[in-house]
T-cell receptor, first 115, second 113 residues
């Protein structure tokens, strides 16, 4: 079974600064994907970034990048040049082929960007 | 191109009642998954439908059931509602075999009084 743990219930950052959200996961398999989703007050679940476990290179999407440490089972999200619109709940999630083909989510981290 | 649409957006029911939530997948998608998101928690997988059959199921009681129609749209039914069923219900669609590329709807907020 998969588990995903986000140990930071809340984080805050000043506008234009950098913040890192932490995530650890537990799976014994090799073929999986990891994700960060953003959920603003609109409740829409928005994909921020995706990482294939077989790729050693860390994924990046504009101001968003990850630090994927496979051996440590760690998958942190770095947001650079934080913007007020980044204020949201952020979820880390894993997807394991063969394990029900479902996403397993962490409990989430509330990120507040302050002006 | 419409994304995943869910209806209704909000719903209020009383304990013991039954509820039906609806989802239309993104154009071109044939697989629908349902998730329950309790307040302050991450979504939890309920079940997945493909070719009008339930393919996978999470740890939810039989009070939760679903259906998929030939046009790939789906319904989630919950019988004998409990207070603990109050949550945001998210629908997600994908192409079968590409479950890592999920698109989510905005959800239905269910309140059970």
């Amino acid at each position: 079974a998969q588990t995903v743990t986000q140990s930071q219930p809340e984080m805050s950052v000043q506008e234009a600064e950098t913040v890192t959200l932490s995530c650890t996961y537990d799976t014994s398999e090799n073929n999986y994907y990891l994700f960060w989703y953003k959920q603003p007050p609109s409740r829409q679940m928005i994909l921020v970034i995706r990482q294939e476990a077989y790729k050693q290179q860390n994924a990046t999407e504009n101001r968003f990048s990850v630090n994927f440490q496979k051996a440590a089972k760690s998958f942190s999200l770095k947001i650079s040049d934080s913007q007020l619109g980044d204020t949201a709940m952020y979820f880390c999630a894993s997807y394991l082929w063969g394990d029900g083909n479902k996403l397993v989510f962490g409990a989430g981290t509330i990120l507040r960007v302050k002006s | 191109d419409a994304g995943v649409t869910q209806s209704p957006t909000h719903l209020i029911k009383t304990r013991g009642q039954q509820v039906t939530l609806r989802c239309s997948p993104k154009s071109g998608h044939d697989t629908v998954s349902w998730y329950q998101q309790a307040l302050g928690q991450g979504p939890q997988f309920i079940f997945q439908y493909y070719e009008e059959e339930e393919r996978q199921r999470g740890n939810f009681p039989d009070r939760f059931s679903g259906h998929q129609f030939p046009n790939y749209s789906s319904e989630l039914n919950v019988n004998a509602l409990l207070l603990g069923d109050s949550a945001l219900y998210l629908c997600a669609s994908s192409l079968y075999g590409f479950g890592e590329k999920l698109f989510f709807g905005s959800g239905t907020q269910l309140s059970v009084l």
